[in-house]
């Protein structure tokens, strides 16, 4: 089971960091990723990371603004976001994988992750 949390209103410019916590079957997956549908939008994959080795992908848009984490003492993976803007709200969703594997040469939209949590909404709005 994959729950988020950490979503909520924030004034463009601002930070939220979102949370996922694994538990169950998901605790020995290997790649979590991060991924955010907006109303009338395709699904995005937002960014990626291998639980062995912490090795991560950004979608172009938000690279340098998003960070993406993991505690494996804590079974937690993080999506740390600074510099919002109106174009990054919407409901953000955990996803993971116990066989995938996160690379820069693959689209994080394009992995077929076997688990998702139920999403968190984020809205950056003055």
């Known amino acids: 089971q994959l729950v988020e949390s950490g979503g909520g209103l924030v004034q463009p410019g601002g930070s939220l960091r979102l949370s996922c916590a694994a538990s169950?079957?998901?605790?020995?997956?290997?790649?979590f990723a991060w991924f955010r549908q907006a109303p009338g939008k395709e699904r995005e994959g937002v960014s990626c990371i291998n639980r062995s080795d912490g090795s991560a992908t950004y979608a172009d848009s938000v690279k340098g603004r998003f960070t993406i984490s993991r505690d494996n003492a804590k079974n937690t993976v993080y999506l740390q976001m600074n510099s919002l803007r109106p174009e990054d709200t919407a409901v953000y969703f955990c996803?993971?994988?116990?066989?995938?594997?996160?690379?820069?040469?693959?689209?994080?939209?394009?992995?077929?992750?076997?688990?998702w949590g139920q999403g968190t909404q984020v809205t950056v709005s003055s």
């Open positions: 169950g079957s998901t605790l020995d997956y290997h790649a």
């Open positions: 996803a993971g994988d116990p066989d995938l594997y996160c690379d820069s040469g693959q689209a994080i939209a394009a992995l077929d992750f076997h688990s």
